[in-house]
C-alpha cells in the first residue's frame, strides 16, 4: 500500500535559521569576550596537547 506524502511548501517557518537576538549579537562582537573565549579555548587544547604527550 502506498501511502501519501505531504507535500512542504517552499517557504515555511521551518526553511528559515533563527534569528540570533540582541545579547547574541552583542556576545558576537564584544572584543573583550572573544578575547576571553580565545585563551579559554587555547587552554583547553594546551590542556589536551600534555595530557597526550606524557
Not at 540570533?20 to 573565549?37: A, D, E, G, H
Request: with cysteine; charged share 25%.
Amino acid at each position: 500500500m502506498i501511502e501519501k506524502q505531504e507535500n512542504r511548501k517552499a517557504y515555511e517557518q521551518a526553511y528559515f535559521p533563527p534569528i540570533p537576538n540582541k545579547f547574541t549579537k552583542f556576545m558576537r562582537s564584544c572584543i573583550l569576550w572573544q578575547i576571553v573565549r580565545f585563551f579559554k579555548f587555547n587552554l583547553m587544547i594546551t590542556r589536551l596537547l600534555i595530557k597526550s604527550h606524557r
